[in-house]
């Protein structure tokens, strides 16, 4: 898709917080219980952006974090674009989803609720979640397959869960996923400062790949197993070619243009939305852009500098906002 070519994203995705009921170690966020931005959008900015998504035409939105169910406005956000006909994904750790939650999505179009199962005992799944409930998890997977919406599992592999990643995939078939996601874990976050006790060997990367190809033919008829890109770094380099027409905006109102890079380029609390499309795509065809992306691709560890932001250019205020 050409971004050039459109007149706003083609999707959004949205960290409504960086405020967590869980701590895992591989979160990319650096997300934790307490770790909101002190300048997170609030109700009343937040509601607004909503509406000047919808009002462009933006046709699908991500609301995620931390965890966004827990943000007092979650629903506000969820249902203000949803009744405009914007289409949803929810990610969710579901500590906290119940069928209260389901059954208020299920009125919105919804094209997704991803749940994250990083193992498939509860010694395991506690070890890379701790204080998290598998059964808390599983429970919410049910509840999204009885309110008849659609959903995805996804597997942050690390030397921790890896050797149950086969049981993790039958048991979203199991539970009805329409979905299983994955690939190699991501030096972002808080995985990059464990990364080290974190990083499978390239021998269970190897084991996993194998089960992942074997199981995608098995479950072809009942699940699809997404794994590619394979890896981020080569992920960004691809989105260096074409630029992805899907922004990231961070629970203050900036826009990043990657997440595995570090660089600011918008900011709508100090921008109309079409300002910052704008940046965005300019940010891409930058040489700051154009170097980093190449740097990361032949040296991993800067992936760890992702949450260091920096602004590639100040933007411009505008009156009135």
Known sequence: MNIERLSAPAMVTWQLTRDCDLACLHCCTDSAPGRALPNELDAVEAVQAAKEFAE???PKVMLCGGEPTIVPHFFDVAETLGHAGVFLKVETN????TPEHAARLAKLPMFSVQISLDGDTQQTYGRQRPG????KAHAA???VVAAGLPLEVTFAPTRVNIHEAGAVVERAAALGAFRFNTGMLMRLG??????DRLEPSRQE??????????RSREFRSRMELCFTPWRIEGEIKVQLQHPPATVLMLPDGKWKVSAALPYLCADLRKQTLAE??????????SDVVSRAVERAAEETSLLSK????TQISAPVAVVGR
């Open 276 to 285: 910052a499309w704008d940046a965005y795509r300019a940010a891409w065809t």
């Open 190 to 195: 808080t995985a990059s400062k464990l990364w």
């Open 306 to 309: 992702a949450n260091a932001w």
């Open 141 to 143: 997977c049910r509840a």
């Open 132 to 135: 998290g409930s598998l059964e």
């Open 56 to 58: 462009a035409g933006i």
């Open 205 to 214: 990367y190897a084991k996993f790949l194998r089960m992942l190809r074997r």
């Open 94 to 97: 579901g500590q906290g989803f």
